[in-house]
């Protein structure tokens, strides 16, 4: 530290390294499969929609950079609301990470990192059509993110080490068949097969598309959180933004396109609807049987290792909310444990959110075990969480991004107009994706369950603010 602030530490290149680190995470393993099947195995329209979200993020990050510039002490998209916003709106941004994005997303890669598992030892985890899914997929699952939580609330830097070294392990298959898989797939015939196919993308399949792989390119508003220890960081941090975002989109492009050596249109779409067993198809295909069944470990790495990094933050949910004097019990829920200097009460409150989204995604979303009477089959219950909880958090933007335009005087036309105006044009499209993909029952379901968890959090801070002058007194 030096009078209060972070050193200068990171020069440009590791500034690049660590926002490629940051966005490059399983959604690529997990959506890209679903992506090609939405847009019926068209090579072309599938680029497009990485293509796309990948601008998406560029135009976004470089926004955030520029209020970075202006407040150097955020770090995330909660502090980045309360520098645009104020602590009112910090605090539902935060209660929205707290109850719904961490969890959404922590309890799908948990499910997702049970799946590639158990597909090692040949087990089936899902039917998506008919419905069903494994006990053991649902139990393994379950272990994966009591035994996260359990990690990070008894030793938080065990955790930080073991998001470092799955870091690694994450990019060893993706730059693999990335580069590979496109040369193998050029060589021996298998992409032009593809390329010449004819394709029949599903209806509005683009946009559920990006709304789908929105999910590969989530980290990127944590990228900008580095800009207080970034050496000349309002020239550094946007250019390592955008080269380390063109690096990602350029790597997921080439890996989207490698799926061609699988030869066969029919195969890629036959994955529908998730895609999960089109990588251990294509690895086969290029490196051979046991490459196939091999991969599926690196995956299920991947898939914990981003589940680990969310858990990270959903821990740290209810005491980022408290330590601002604001929701439930900010006394009870900012207390620190002593042994180990963290939040205990928030890890747990985390744990048991999660708890109930992980039963929401199992039945509600997958319908699983038909005890609730079919309920499950109700588009007005049977969204996606993790998909629209991201593109909830765009729509967040747009109003921190309005904020800019109307308050970055000391900013240039093009940073306090040109930039932030792309970027809102940018959050709108994900939302008008959404309704377009996802239709107007499952959105307008969402959209209640989410007033409805607003109103709690409202009502939460209201209590404590009733309660605080009668303290006083």
């Known amino acids: 530290m030096n009078g209060g602030k972070m050193d200068k530490r990171y020069g440009l290149p590791t500034a690049i390294c660590m926002v490629i680190g940051i966005v490059i995470g399983s959604g690529v393993f997990i959506k890209g499969g679903k992506v090609l099947s939405l847009t019926g195995g068209d090579m072309g329209q599938a680029v497009l929609v990485v293509g796309i979200v990948g601008v998406i993020c560029i135009v976004c990050s470089l926004v955030f950079a520029q209020l970075g510039s202006r407040y150097e002490k955020v770090n995330g998209f909660v502090d980045y609301a309360e520098a645009a916003l104020g602590p009112r709106y910090a605090y539902y941004v935060g209660w929205f990470a707290t109850t719904i994005y961490y969890p959404t997303l922590a309890t799908i890669l948990a499910f997702f990192a049970a799946m590639f598992t158990l597909a090692l030892f040949g087990v089936p985890s899902l039917d998506f059509a008919a419905g069903t899914v494994s006990a053991e997929a649902v139990g393994l699952g379950a272990a994966y993110l009591m035994l996260g939580y359990g990690i990070n609330a008894i030793s938080p830097k065990l955790a930080g080490r073991m998001q470092v070294s799955m870091t690694v392990v994450k990019l060893i298959p993706l730059v693999l068949m990335a580069v590979v898989g496109t040369v193998a797939g050029l060589t021996n015939g298998a992409t032009a097969l593809v390329l010449h196919a004819q394709t029949t993308p599903v209806p509005g399949g683009l946009f559920v598309g990006v709304v789908a792989f929105a999910f590969a390119y989530e980290g990127w508003i944590t990228a900008t959180s580095i800009n207080a220890e970034l050496k000349n960081a309002r020239r550094n941090l946007p250019l390592a933004l955008i080269v380390g975002a063109l690096f990602c989109t350029a790597l997921y492009c080439l890996y989207i396109f490698s799926m061609s050596a699988v030869g066969d249109v029919d195969t890629i779409i036959g994955t529908w609807p998730l895609g999960e067993r089109l990588p251990g198809i294509a690895f086969s295909k290029v490196f051979g049987n046991a490459a196939g069944t091999l991969v599926y470990v690196f995956v299920a790495v991947s898939c914990l290792g981003t589940m680990n990094g969310l858990i990270m933050g959903s821990c740290r949910g209810m005491y980022s909310v408290a330590v601002r004097g604001m929701g439930p019990r900010p006394e009870f829920y900012g207390d620190l444990d002593r042994q180990n200097n963290f939040s205990v009460k928030s890890s747990l409150a985390g744990l048991m959110i999660s708890g109930f989204w992980y039963a929401w995604t199992v039945i509600m979303w997958m319908k699983g075990p038909d005890f609730m009477g079919g309920i499950h089959n109700s588009?007005?219950?049977?969204?996606?969480?993790?998909?629209?909880?991201?593109?909830?958090?765009?729509?967040?933007?747009?109003?921190?991004?309005?904020?800019?335009?109307?308050?970055?005087?000391?900013?240039?036309?093009?940073?306090?107009?040109?930039?932030?105006?792309?970027?809102?044009?940018?959050?709108?499209?994900?939302?008008?994706?959404?309704?377009?993909?996802?239709?107007?029952?499952?959105?307008?379901?969402?959209?209640?369950?989410?007033?409805?968890?607003?109103?709690?959090?409202?009502?939460?801070?209201?209590?404590?603010?009733?309660?605080?002058?009668?303290a006083e007194k």
Request: with cysteine.
């Open 379 to 470: 588009p007005w219950l049977g969204w996606e969480p993790d998909e629209i909880s991201i593109v909830t958090l765009y729509a967040i933007y747009i109003p921190m991004f309005l904020s800019l335009m109307v308050r970055g005087r000391d900013f240039g036309p093009v940073r306090r107009y040109v930039l932030p105006g792309a970027g809102v044009l940018c959050c709108l499209f994900m939302v008008y994706s959404c309704f377009v993909g996802k239709g107007f029952q499952q959105v307008g379901g969402y959209l209640i369950f989410f007033a409805v968890v607003m109103l709690v959090g409202w009502a939460l801070d209201r209590r404590r603010r009733k309660r605080v002058p009668a």
